[in-house]
C-alpha cells in the first residue's frame, strides 16, 4: 500500500503559513545553540527569534530565561518589539499569552515560575510559568547571582564577547527539572553581518568552528523523516484511518526520540543573504537597496559579505577604541519606563555631564544637517550626543531635537562651530548659522532661555591636510595641554561610523606635489543611508575640535586657517 502524505489545507486543523527555506531549516534542525548570520529583511527577530523562543517555551515552562542587549534603550526601542510583534503575528495575545513589566494573575490563567520573581521591572511572563528577563550588557550586574535556563540575543554584532562572557555563567540550575529539554543551556542569537571597521565585534563568526556538522546533519535527517510521519498522520486523520493514524503515532514517537538524542549539545552556525526571501522581497527589494546603500554597505547589509577597511587608509588613523565610552547612559533614568512605553531620550540619562555648565557643538549644514554635541570636564571633552536631519526637514527640526533632549539642561548656553558655509548668507539673514541659533533660542517666537554664541563668525577654509595632520595629533593625545576626547559608544553611533569609515586620498598636483584629502564621494549616498555612512559626521566633528586655540598647541603641517588672519 502506498504511503499517503498530502494534506488537505482547507482543513480547520491545518494552518498554512509561510516560511523561507532558511526559517524552515532552523525550524528543523532546533538546535540547543543557534548562531545566525543573517542580511535585512530575513525576519531575524519577529520571526526566526520569535517561533524559536515559542518552542523552547513550550519545551521548559517555569524556566527562566534571558533577553540581552547591548543597551537598555535598544533592547526596549527595538529588541523587544520585534520580538513581541512575532509572537501576536503567530496568535499569542498580551493579557492571555503573557504580560509585561507586573507580576500576572498567578493560578487563573498564569502559573508560576520554579522560584518567585524578586521584581517585574523589564520582564514578560509568559502563561506557562517562563519568566524572561531583559539585561543589558552595559550594566550586566543585573544579570548576576540569578539562574537561567536559555540565554537570547539579537544584534549580536553589538554584543561585546567580553561582557557577553559575564552572563554565561548563569546558564545553570535546575537541571532535574529542565535537564530534559534540548535547549537547557542553550543559545539563540542573531544579527546582520558584523562590519568590524565601525567597531561591531565579530565574535559570533568564530561559532562557526563549534559547529559538528554531521551531527546537524543527522538532526536534520531525523527531523524530516519525522516531518514526513506527521504529514502521513494528519493524511490519515482526514480520512478516517484510525489504525494506520495509531501505526504512525508510535513510529512518530521513537523517531522523535532519536531527533532529541541526536539534538543534545548541538551547535548551528548559518549565514544567509537577504535573497533567501527573494520570493516575497522581489528584485525591486535588491535593486532599491543597491541604489539606496551603495555598493559597499549592500555587500555587508544585503548580502553577508565581510568587508575591512585597512588602517592606512584611514583618514582617522589615531582613532582606537579607548576613544569611545560605554558607561555613558544612568539606566535608572530608564527604571521608570516599562517594556512597551514610549521612551523619552534625555539629558537626564547622561553620566558625563554637567548640567550646571555651556555645551558646545560642532555642526555641518546641507540637505543632510549633522550636530555633535560636547562638554569640556577637565582633561576630557565628552562628545555626548549627536543630532542630524535630512531634507525636507531643515533647521528647525534640527533645533527642536536639541532643545527637547537637552531641555532639562539648567546652564542653557552653548557654543556653536561650524562650517564657514555658515555665514554666507548672514546679509539676508537667511544663513544657516544664524537659523540654527534661532531655532534653538526661540520656539514659535518665544524665547525658551536658550542662548547660541557663534563661534565661527569670519572663518576661513579649514584645508583637508589641515584637518588631517591636526585630527590625528588631537587624537594620538601627544600634547598634554589638548583635551582628551571621548566619544559615546551608543549616542554617537553615526559619529563613530563616520570617523572610522573615511578614508584619504592622496592627490599630486602639476608640480608633483603630493597632498592629503577626504574621501568625500561617500556623500553622493541617498539621503537615508548618509547618517551612517558618509563623511558627514566627521566635518561636524571637524569643526568642534579645529579652534584656534586647539591648533596654536600643535605644530601641524600648515599654520592655523580657522580664523581670518585679520582678526588673529
Not at 19 to 24: D, I, P, R, V
Amino acid at each position: 500500500m502506498s504511503r499517503r502524505t498530502r494534506v488537505r489545507v482547507d482543513d480547520d486543523n491545518v494552518e498554512a503559513r509561510f516560511a523561507s527555506k532558511a526559517k524552515m531549516l532552523v525550524d528543523l534542525i532546533a538546535p540547543q545553540d543557534l548562531y545566525m548570520v543573517a542580511g535585512r529583511a530575513t525576519a531575524k527577530t519577529s520571526d526566526i527569534i520569535a517561533e524559536r523562543s515559542m518552542h523552547i517555551i513550550h519545551d521548559m515552562p517555569r524556566s527562566y530565561q534571558m533577553f540581552v542587549s547591548d543597551t537598555y534603550m535598544n533592547a526596549m526601542t527595538n529588541v523587544v518589539p520585534a520580538l513581541i510583534e512575532g509572537w501576536q503575528r503567530k496568535g499569542w495575545k498580551e493579557g492571555i499569552h503573557f504580560v509585561t513589566d507586573k507580576r500576572p494573575n498567578y493560578g487563573k490563567h498564569f502559573q508560576m515560575p520554579y522560584k518567585p520573581p524578586l521584581s517585574y521591572k523589564h520582564t514578560i511572563s509568559l502563561y506557562n510559568g517562563t519568566f524572561f528577563v531583559l539585561g543589558s550588557l552595559d550594566q550586566p550586574s543585573g544579570l548576576a547571582g540569578a539562574s537561567y535556563q536559555h540565554r537570547y540575543g539579537d544584534e549580536a554584532r553589538l554584543l561585546k564577547k567580553k561582557k557577553l562572557d559575564r552572563s554565561t555563567p548563569a546558564l545553570r540550575g535546575e537541571y532535574a527539572a529542565f535537564g530534559h529539554s534540548v535547549y537547557y543551556m542553550g543559545n539563540t542569537f542573531t544579527t546582520d553581518m558584523p562590519n568590524i571597521i565601525l567597531g561591531d565585534d565579530d565574535w559570533i563568526l568564530n561559532m562557526e568552528k563549534e559547529m559538528n556538522q554531521e551531527q546537524i546533519e543527522l538532526a536534520l535527517h531525523c527531523a524530516l523523516v519525522l516531518n514526513e510521519i506527521k504529514q502521513e498522520i494528519m493524511a490519515n486523520v482526514q480520512i478516517g484511518n484510525k489504525s494506520e493514524v495509531a501505526r504512525l503515532k508510535k513510529h512518530m514517537q521513537r523517531w522523535t526520540y532519536e531527533w532529541t538524542r541526536v539534538r543534545k549539545g548541538s551547535v548551528f552556525f548559518y549565514a544567509i543573504s537577504s535573497f533567501v526571501n527573494v520570493d516575497i522581497l522581489t528584485d525591486g527589494f535588491f535593486t532599491n537597496n543597491l541604489k539606496a546603500l551603495g555598493p559597499e554597505e549592500f555587500k555587508s547589509a544585503i548580502l553577508s559579505f565581510r568587508i575591512a577597511i585597512s588602517q592606512g587608509e584611514k583618514f582617522y588613523g589615531a582613532l582606537g577604541e579607548h576613544h569611545y565610552y560605554e558607561d555613558g547612559v544612568n539606566n535608572t533614568y530608564y527604571d521608570r519606563f516599562s517594556i512597551l512605553d514610549t521612551i523619552e531620550e534625555s539629558s537626564l540619562a547622561l553620566r558625563h555631564i554637567n548640567h550646571e555648565q555651556r555645551l558646545e557643538a560642532g555642526v555641518d549644514f546641507g540637505d543632510m544637517c549633522s550636530m555633535v554635541v560636547a562638554q569640556p570636564r577637565g582633561s576630557y571633552l565628552y562628545c555626548l550626543k549627536e543630532f542630524y536631519t535630512l531634507a525636507p526637514e531643515n533647521e528647525l527640526e534640527l533645533g527642536k531635537k536639541f532643545r527637547n533632549f537637552f531641555k532639562h539642561h539648567k546652564v542653557k548656553v552653548l557654543d556653536l562651530y561650524y562650517d564657514r558655509s555658515g555665514n554666507q548668507n548672514s546679509k539676508t539673514k537667511r544663513d544657516w548659522a544664524s537659523a540654527v541659533k534661532k531655532a534653538i533660542e526661540y520656539e514659535n517666537g518665544v524665547s525658551t532661555g536658550w542662548i547660541v554664541n557663534l563661534m565661527s563668525l569670519n572663518q576661513s577654509t579649514i584645508l583637508q591636510e589641515e584637518e588631517y595632520q591636526f585630527a590625528n595629533k588631537l587624537l594620538s593625545e601627544g600634547v598634554a595641554t589638548l583635551p582628551k576626547v571621548r566619544i559615546d559608544k551608543f549616542l554617537c553611533k553615526c559619529l563613530k561610523s563616520s570617523l572610522e569609515l573615511t578614508k584619504i586620498i592622496v592627490k599630486t598636483d602639476n608640480k608633483g606635489s603630493r597632498t592629503i584629502h577626504k574621501d568625500k564621494s561617500s556623500e553622493k549616498l541617498p539621503l537615508a543611508s548618509r547618517p551612517m555612512f558618509s563623511t558627514n559626521f566627521s566635518d561636524a566633528f571637524k569643526y568642534l575640535i579645529y579652534r584656534r586655540n586647539f591648533v596654536n598647541q600643535v605644530n601641524t603641517h600648515s599654520a592655523y586657517s580657522g580664523s581670518d588672519p585679520s582678526i588673529i
